[in-house]
């Protein structure tokens, strides 16, 4: 594991604290680390829509309808 410094305004080190405090997290570099694989599962959801969008795009017409892409991208983001 890598080791970093880094900063944070005063109300988001509170809220990290808290986060602590309230026994949510064993620490803020388990909160931190966890933040960041939420914010790495979303921005997999938004490039897989952003594909099948551009993909729609091209081919002028889907294939699945509006709730069988919703359902694609509901089970990607919780899979």
Same mark, same amino acid.
């Given at each position: 594991?890598?080791?970093? +410094? *880094?900063? %944070?305004?005063?109300?988001?080190?509170?809220?990290?604290?808290?986060?602590?405090?309230?026994?949510?997290?064993a620490s /803020? +570099?388990?909160?931190i680390n966890?933040? *960041?694989?939420q914010a790495?599962?979303? $921005? /997999?959801?938004?490039?897989? *829509?952003?594909?099948?969008?551009? $993909?729609? =795009?091209? +081919?002028? %017409?889907?294939?699945?309808? /509006?709730? =069988?892409?919703?359902?694609? +991208? /509901?089970?990607?983001?919780?899979?």
């Amino acid at each position: 594991m890598r080791r970093l +410094s *880094i900063t %944070f305004t005063e109300p988001n080190d509170e809220w990290l604290k808290n986060q602590v405090d309230n026994k949510e997290y064993a620490s /803020k +570099s388990e909160l931190i680390n966890d933040l *960041i694989r939420q914010a790495r599962k979303q $921005q /997999k959801q938004v490039d897989w *829509i952003r594909m099948r969008l551009n $993909q729609a =795009e091209k +081919s002028g %017409f889907a294939v699945e309808t /509006k709730e =069988e892409i919703l359902r694609q +991208s /509901k089970t990607l983001l919780n899979g």
